[in-house]
């Protein structure tokens, strides 16, 4: 198994990165600051798995190259769970890429990264509505700090595909 | 299943009335600072103001290391030190280690272990860490993308738009990065030009805080030239290249305090990589030219390229063996250039030639491996394109300031 870093430009993919695999890889408060992928390894339930830190994209169909790099990656990795790494305070547009990567039928993961900021704007996410709609794991981190890194690793193991008719349905769409 | 584009908006709208809900929010004081950083009219004072201290911390911090105490540790113990002790005066080993026994400091005295250390550990690593201290700053407030937002309109008028200020910045600091930042850039010939220009036009932060030592009261006009010759470039490049300009819509993050442990993190892998990357090649540069000289190869090479040097760009014929250090290392070619005997307007031309003329031989393996990567077709293209591009404007440019120095009777 590998687990992919997905996400749009500068919501923290390359924080959580380090986080998760001890690596150094730069980070920085601008969009567009990976643009190529890293490698690292984690330790999940005893097994070493490989993380792959994504350049930012804001959907599939990519615009510059550095997108292009992400796309590629997605789909050279059809055996990969990934987590989708979402900026808290902007969850409608993080939602869109999420969704993409649903349909292709990857078992998603969702952390809602900059939760501090969301709650300093007094923006509020309810976690659990949110993850019975989608039927994916979805948890609040601040990768900065370090806090639901842990909660996040734990939740991993549970990412599975998920049939997008059925978050039609849960939804109260169709 | 897939949706349409239109499905899955309207599904997040559906799914996001039932989860998120905004509670009362007044504005902030980071609001406040947020908004008068990005707004022209207070945004651009404050841009130049902060541009203006990043150049004085840069001169400051570099000046006080480098003048305040390498200078004296390497000239007046080091040097004499070693031209006491070193044996075989006069023999090949000592010419290439040591370099000229009677030099008195060690931008003169041109051996590995003299000039070389010298360089790199005494003039460029002090003024690589202003550097980087100061952008790491930029890069992780926040600032950077609000610089983007204030220099678009300008950058527009050469076919690129405010992103383009990343690597630029970046490039300031080192070209290498800055060429794979291009590819955030949407089109190839914003690329390309992005690519080429500032492989020609930016010098790197080891190049900087060369031209503080050797040429101090003329920094500025250099950087203002080469500026000048950006635009000018830019403007013609962004003419000939076929090839779209795209409009860009850009995320201006929120401002965030650095963290000391982000910053002491990024400064060591610079220094890391300044350490065991760049030392090898100021010692290798130094002694490939030293090799070269004691061979011969150099000064057959100034009398063949004497014409050339002498007629069009007015610089000494001796200024061919930093030109050929260039090619590994810009801030030893400049270092050199300080041994040669000229007048400072040639010092000026030549420091502006060792900017145009070929990038560093990790900035050139960079552009080549960018341009395969676009496809193997348009590689051989990228690169001629960068090459004749490059060529124009050496001749161009260093012969424009010749022209000025003629003009103004002090050539």
């Known amino acids: 198994m590998k687990i992919l870093l997905m996400g749009h430009p500068n919501v923290g993919k390359s924080v959580v990165f380090n986080r998760l695999t001890g690596a150094n890889v730069t980070e920085s408060n601008y969009p567009g600051t990976t643009v190529d992928y890293s490698k690292g390894y984690m330790r999940l339930e005893g097994e070493d798995v490989e993380v792959i ?60 990264n900059m939760w501090d900021i969301a709650q300093d704007k007094k923006i509020r996410i309810d976690i659990d509505k949110l993850s019975s709609i989608l039927g994916v794991p979805v948890v609040p981190t601040t990768a900065i700090s370090g806090e639901g890194i842990k909660e996040l690793v734990s939740t991993i193991r549970k990412a599975a595909p998920v049939e997008i008719g059925r978050i039609l349905k849960r939804s109260g769409v169709v | ?109 041109f051996g590995m272990l003299t000039s070389g250390l010298f360089v790199a550990i005494g003039v460029v690593l002090p003024a690589i860490i202003a550097f980087y201290l100061f952008l790491i700053i930029m890069e992780d407030s926040g600032y950077l993308p609000r610089l983007a937002v204030l220099i678009d309109t300008i950058l527009h008028k050469i076919g690129l738009h405010g992103f383009a200020i990343v690597p630029i910045v970046l490039s300031l600091g080192c070209n290498v990065p800055a060429v794979t930042a291009t590819r955030t850039l949407e089109t190839k010939k914003q690329r390309f030009m992005m690519a080429t220009l500032l492989a020609i036009f930016i010098p790197c932060g080891a190049q900087l805080g060369m031209m503080i030592e050797i040429i101090p009261g003329y920094v500025g006009f250099v950087m203002l030239y080469l500026l000048i010759g950006f635009f000018v470039t830019g403007f013609v490049l ?103 005997e000229m007048t400072t307007y040639q010092l000026i031309t030549s420091v502006v030639l060792i900017n145009l003329y070929f990038p560093c031989v990790a900035t050139f393996a960079m552009i080549l491996k960018e341009g395969k990567e676009g496809g193997c077709k348009s590689a051989p293209i990228f690169l001629l394109g960068s090459l004749a591009t490059l060529v124009a404007t050496v001749f161009l440019f260093g012969g424009l300031l010749h022209l000025i120095w003629i003009i103004l009777g002090v050539a």
Not at chain 1, 79 to 100: Q, T
Not at chain 2, 249 to 257: E, G, I, Q
Not at chain 2, 266 to 278: H, T
């Open chain 2, 1 to 109: 299943m897939e949706l349409t584009v239109d499905e899955r908006w309207d599904l997040i709208d559906k799914i996001s009335k039932q989860t998120i809900t905004f509670g009362r929010y007044s504005h902030t004081l980071k609001d406040a600072i947020a908004e008068i950083t990005v707004k022209p009219l207070t945004g651009i004072p404050i841009a130049i103001a902060v541009m203006y201290g990043f150049w004085s911390f840069f001169g400051a911090f570099a000046g006080f290391f480098t003048d305040g105490f390498f200078v004296k540790i390497f000239d007046e113990h080091w040097l004499p030190w070693l031209q006491k002790v070193f044996p075989g005066e006069g023999g090949f080993l000592y010419y290439i280690l040591v370099g000229d026994p009677t030099a008195d400091n060690c931008f003169e005295a």
């Open chain 2, 238 to 340: 962004n003419k000939i290249i076929p090839g779209r300009s795209p409009e860009i819509l850009m995320d201006v993050p929120p401002y965030r305090m650095p963290t000391v442990r982000n910053i002491g993190r990024k400064m060591w892998m610079r220094v890391k990589g300044f350490l065991f990357v760049a030392i090898p090649f100021v010692m290798l540069g130094v002694l490939l030219v030293n090799v070269l000289y004691w061979w011969g190869v150099i000064d057959w090479l100034a009398d063949i390229l004497e014409p050339v040097l002498s007629a069009w760009f007015g610089v000494p014929k001796e200024t061919v063996g930093p030109l050929l250090a260039a090619f590994l290392r810009k801030d030893l070619a400049i270092a050199q250039l300080s041994a040669i």
């Open chain 1, 53 to 112: 830190d994504v350049p930012g994209t804001f959907s599939l169909e990519p615009k510059d190259k550095a997108e292009e790099v992400a796309v590629k990656m997605l789909e050279k990795n059809k055996k990969s769970a990934i987590i989708c790494v979402i900026d808290s305070v902007k969850l409608e547009r993080g939602l869109y890429l999420a969704l993409e990567i649903i349909e292709e039928g990857y078992p998603v993961v969702i952390a809602l």
